[in-house]
């Protein structure tokens, strides 16, 4: 039976981590809330789970696979990696994988925040000038010193700096591919200028994006564009001079 | 072998939802960074592993255990959790259990951008407007939506409403306390009628300050006082009126 990923249609955001894993282990996923009512599908169908399932997520995105219900991006790599061939063979590699995904999603969080530092309730455009604050914050200290831990963690690596966790890929890789895209989209002029530094990281990024099904999922349908109802937003006034 | 666990010294943090796991358990442990120096502990001795190991934790806590280090208190828990007999059975309950610690990890950021949201490299005092507005969503909306899901998973629990997952206490049991701890310390008004709506909540927080090792260790000099270096701090502006 084919997965079941339940998240909000029109934005790449926490879902796509998902996604990218699915895509690489080409297995059959339905992208539920991006179907149609008429088979079932759409946001309604999402919104159902989250109201009457014995363990309902807090949020989206989550995963269905046959019985079992999982919400939290990071908890839903977990479980999925070992059944998509995407999670490193050791108790102890496995669980530096999911470390390495746990600190991916506060960076994320982070990113979120450069654009509504004070309310998800405000629009941006109500609480721009705290966002600037913010957003200055984020590119001069937060996104380096992340940057910096992926390069460390990938010079580290004793079986080479190919992918951070042992010598294959794993999904941690597919979700540094994805911060990479994303931070470049919303702040490009400091990625640009940061991926100088970590060239590991860089080489990583450019190696996934050129993976055979990674690389026909982003030209096809199914890769939502970036826009500016997401995570990542491009709003240059962010980025400063 | 103690277990040893890193954490800055002097707050709760997130060590601390570490650190109640170990009490309850009632197992050896070395909270390394509040020790002295001369015994080769203290801060120093934290900053070296971030600086030198294999695997870098990214941030404090992490924990040392034999050969394993791992970092993130909602994986540190998911590693703990089995040896100190916190963890449920099943695997798809475990699973269930991690997802909840996730969403304190979620619950606990947002707490802390209450009083830093524009930037960890300021004080408070100089983001203490934008605390306030970012305070007062928090009160308005956050904290009632992250408390009602603990009230229907509760509710929803099929062994009954006294714990998270199953019939007995596991780790995100202790981590719920710990979140009812520190919010009513930061926002004792907002949580006291909150509370009142939340009444599985509550209860579940009583029961965990009653068990004789809890309680013990928090009449202990091992618990360090709420202050306001802390993630849950309480000015008592950010309450409003």
Chains 1, 2 share one sequence.
Do not use: C
Request: proline content about 6%; hydrophobic content about 40%; aromatic content about 10%.
């Amino acid at each position: 039976m084919a997965y079941e990923l339940y998240y909000w249609p029109g934005i790449q955001g926490r879902g796509e981590f998902v996604r990218l894993a699915l895509e690489e282990a080409g297995v059959d996923y339905v992208d539920v809330a991006r179907g149609s009512a008429k088979d079932g599908l759409g946001i309604r169908a999402m919104l159902r789970v989250m109201n009457e399932a014995a363990h309902p997520p807090f949020a989206a995105p989550f995963l269905r696979d046959g019985d079992v219900l999982v919400g939290q991006t990071a908890a839903i790599l977990f479980y999925l990696g070992p059944k998509l061939g995407l999670t490193p063979k050791s108790e102890t590699d496995r669980l530096w994988a999911h470390q390495i995904q746990l600190t991916v999603t506060d960076l994320v969080v982070e990113a979120h925040d450069t654009h509504h530092p004070l309310s998800i309730e405000l629009y941006y455009e109500d609480q721009k000038d705290e966002a600037a604050r913010r957003a200055a914050d984020f590119r001069k200290h937060r996104i380096p010193k992340f940057m910096d831990w992926f390069e460390t963690i990938l010079d580290r690596n004793p079986a080479g700096d190919a992918h951070l966790v042992g010598r294959s890929l794993t999904y941690p890789d597919l979700s540094l591919f994805q911060l990479v895209e994303g931070l470049s989209y919303a702040f490009p002029k400091t990625m640009k200028r940061l991926l100088k530094d970590t060239p590991r990281v860089a080489s990583l990024h450019d190696a996934v994006s050129r993976r055979p099904r990674i690389k026909t999922y982003l030209q096809s349908e199914r890769r939502i564009p970036f826009n500016e109802d997401g995570i990542f937003r491009h709003y240059p006034e962010l980025e400063g001079q």
